[in-house]
């Protein structure tokens, strides 16, 4: 079946402007991750979903960044008023359920340049 | 305190030999799941293997296993016969137990190059 996919796969933005990153996760998957990996690094977690419980937003880095996901399905994570440090690749993760067992399956990552 | 550890930034191997990717981690948590990924230059990451702290047995998926130490809190990845596909970054990550959303906790990565 469908893995997951993220859209677009590159974006190219002028600092200060708002974008808009989106996560189709697979179908069926209860959960939800959002990621950010700087250029030769490792993966942070930034916001997780899970069904209808409250999201954890505790690895956002500044109130600049918001996510939403309704229900099981599509979510879309905002940068608003971006600056240069916010270029990287943001990668979304969905996971059947939620336990410490479950494989999160990455999905190909949006390339975010701020110029 | 970092909570996953990889030492090795970069790694060689010839073609057909074995190789070790090294990580240690860094929890008090009982219940924790460890993850290993790759990630080749199209970036995208690819689900290798998983061990769990209750375990008994390390894990073993074709050519990778990995070496699951858990008084050393280490968790190396064996990869066997080494192919020229495998040259890529490889991740550890681990996931902790009840009440911290599971999210991943990534390593920095060790970069892999197979040599033909």
């Known amino acids: 079946g469908a893995g997951v996919s993220q859209s677009p796969s590159n974006k190219v933005t002028e600092k200060g402007k708002d974008v808009e990153l989106r996560c189709d996760p697979i179908?069926?998957?209860?959960?939800l991750y959002w990621y950010r990996q700087r250029l030769g690094q490792g993966l942070e977690f930034l916001i997780y979903f899970q069904g209808n419980s409250a999201p954890d937003k505790s690895g956002l880095p500044s109130d600049r960044f918001s996510a939403e996901r309704t229900g099981e399905s599509v979510s879309t994570l905002t940068i608003q008023r971006t600056q240069q440090e916010d270029s990287a690749v943001y990668l979304c993760a969905s996971s059947l359920s939620v336990s410490s067992t479950d494989t999160q399956y990455f999905g190909p990552g949006t390339r975010l340049t701020v110029l | 305190a970092q909570k996953i550890t990889q030492t090795q930034p970069g790694m060689f191997v010839q073609e057909k030999e074995a190789v070790t990717l090294d990580c240690t981690y860094d929890?008090?948590?009982?219940?924790?799941?460890l993850f290993w990924y790759k990630q080749p230059s199209s970036g995208e990451m690819i689900f290798l293997i998983y061990q769990g702290s209750y375990d008994q047995q390390n894990a073993t998926e074709g050519r990778y296993s990995l070496n699951f130490q858990k008084a050393r809190k280490s968790a190396n990845l064996v990869i066997s016969a080494s192919q020229l596909g495998d040259s890529a970054m490889y991740f550890c990550a681990m996931r902790e137990g009840a009440g911290s959303s599971y999210k991943l906790i990534f390593g920095s990565g060790t970069r892999l190059l197979v040599r033909p």
């Open positions: 179908s069926g998957h209860t959960a």
């Open positions: 929890t008090s948590d009982p219940s924790y799941g």
